[in-house]
């Protein structure tokens, strides 16, 4: 087994009782010791390998409690909508016309991360700004945040939505003045569209994850939860990629809510599989988005009265799918952005552990992101876990801030309020609902969770502001905790997985304005190298 022996750094093992180390060795894909120059100098023999950090900062790799790996790297492949290079609706007609000249006729366009509030127009584009780009060609377009798609007039004609098709439930159609559908689609209503896009085979599945591990590797990140797995073929890629492509990333499976089921019959449950793929926990989706006017909310958005957003289920179906989950031996998480759906699901979860009580049952809350103090105080008493994305206040800040208000915003995502009540919440990307490949950068996610300013340098509810070892800590231990996966990484100590990160500098002792600047030198995964910044 290869040996290798790294000296004279400035090691942040993320351990209460050992915070600091000089050096440490690894032997095959383990830690082997951590300590002081001395100590591991005195264990170098001729098959060791020596690295010298020079004093620079290693830390442990960081851990993206909630992404979408498989759906990134398929919008790397797709039309790229984001801001930018997308800064008005020509912009992105001219991007989707451009991708038609290589399509077929009636061939599937699909593109993600446009942000109506970057814009030039401040509006959604409509399907008649999706016609002219590509009139004999469906479209489907998905805002950012993944909630919310404009599709163009081809695309609704297949699938029968008219100015008389009702809203789903969980959806919602929107309308022009003359009660025209103009496109957009939001939550459920989504649903009849995406039917008709054949799925992605294999092959391209496999080609996009491939590339979506590049990425991550480049910021830092060596493990990924994959917040919503049903599709078989998706599960066929991961197999691949790893056993074929040796791809270099953890995956742990966040299974969508229809696969329960199936896996219940096969005996399946969270924690299935090994260290670098493996089963984690159910996951549900409860409300939509906040920059996309979905998520649930108990007092309407400022600029848009009298919405409320979407529950895309009701209390009733939640709570039954809650308990099959539970009772399966199932870990749960639920996606719940506004504090009308976080209420909903603290209710459900609470329903399920009064039927069973579990110690150690990890549920989680995903994104939890507008919060109140009486939910703050439940989220602590039922020991639940919020999954929150540090990152959503940078990009869209100016959009929460328009939709909920000063007094909400200093409630959005409460990294402080949540420490200071003892529970201790793991930060994540949920990549690509983050425009941009940039912004799954857990370093900028800590900025953003120490310096709460968005992308402007305007401060966005800065009373919610964590220290940079508390941020590290939601990006590493916290985040192995999430899954059941502390004894294993999320820390620098004897026994873990060598999987850590080489820093530029100290992001604890830089100042806090820069350490969205820090760079990543090297990543190591398992005892290797796998990324090193030349």
Not at 514 to 524: G, L, N, S
Request: aromatic share 6%; hydrophobic share 35%; proline share 5%.
């Amino acid at each position: 087994m290869k040996k290798v022996a790294y000296v004279n750094g400035n090691i942040i093992t993320m351990e209460d009782d050992a915070p600091k180390a000089e050096a440490l060795l690894t032997i095959g894909e383990y830690i082997a010791e951590v300590g002081s120059n001395e100590k591991i100098k005195g264990m170098i023999t001729p098959d060791v390998e020596i690295h010298d950090l020079k004093g620079k900062t290693m830390i442990p790799s960081f851990i993206d409690c909630h992404a979408h790996p498989m759906g990134f790297g398929q919008s790397l492949l797709n039309v790229d909508c984001k801001t930018p290079p997308i800064f008005c609706i020509d912009d992105l007609i001219k991007a989707v016309s451009e991708t038609a000249k290589t399509k077929k006729k009636s061939e599937w366009i699909i593109g993600r991360g446009y942000d109506d509030f970057k814009l030039k127009e401040k509006r959604h584009p409509t399907r008649w700004d999706l016609d002219k780009a590509a009139p004999e060609n469906p479209v489907m377009i998905t805002r950012l945040c993944g909630h919310l798609s404009v599709v163009n007039s081809l695309a609704l004609n297949m699938a029968g939505i008219t100015k008389d098709t009702p809203d789903p439930e969980g959806g919602q159609i929107d309308h022009d003045e003359s009660g025209e559908p103009n496109g957009v689609l939001r939550g459920g209503a989504r649903g009849p569209v995406s039917r008709l896009i054949p799925r992605a085979g294999v092959e391209q599945l496999r080609k996009g994850i491939n590339l979506a591990a590049k990425e991550f590797l480049k910021r830092g990140v060596t493990s990924v939860s994959d917040a919503g797995v049903g599709d078989p073929n998706t599960m066929k890629a991961y197999q691949l990629a790893l056993k074929t492509d040796n791809m270099p990333l953890r995956i742990n499976l966040m299974m969508s809510g229809g696969t329960l089921k199936e896996l219940t019959k096969l005996g399946l449950t969270t924690g299935f599989g090994d260290e670098w793929l493996r089963i984690g926990a159910i996951k549900l989706v409860f409300d939509g988005s906040t920059s996309g006017r979905t998520a649930a909310m108990s007092v309407p958005y400022i600029d848009t009265p009298g919405s409320l957003g979407i529950l895309y289920m009701s209390q009733e179906e939640l709570n039954q799918l809650v308990l099959d989950s539970h009772q399966a031996g199932f870990q749960v998480g639920i996606h719940a952005i506004g504090d009308r759906a976080i209420t909903g699901v603290l209710d459900a979860y609470e329903a399920a552990l009064n039927k069973l009580p579990k110690d150690d049952h990890r549920l989680r809350i995903e994104h939890c992101g507008i919060n109140t103090n009486e939910i703050i105080q439940r989220i602590k008493r039922l020991n639940v876990i919020p999954v929150p994305q540090p990152i959503f206040l940078w990009g869209e800040g100016e959009s929460y801030r328009a939709g909920l208000g000063e007094e909400r915003i200093g409630m959005a995502y409460p990294a402080k309020s949540w420490i200071d009540a003892g529970i201790s919440p793991a930060f994540s990307s949920d990549c690509p609902a983050t425009s941009g490949s940039e912004l799954i950068s857990p370093l900028l996610g800590i900025h953003v969770a120490v310096n709460r300013k968005t992308d402007e340098g305007k401060d966005i509810g800065k009373q919610q502001r964590i220290t940079i070892h508390e941020a590290l800590k939601a990006y590493t231990l916290t985040g192995a905790y999430a899954t059941f996966e502390e004894k294993n990484k999320g820390s620098i100590k004897p026994g873990k997985l060598a999987d850590l990160v080489i820093l530029s500098q100290d992001p604890t002792k830089v100042e806090s304005d820069k350490i969205k600047d820090i760079v990543v030198e090297a990543t190591i995964l398992g005892g290797k190298t796998v990324y090193k910044n030349t």
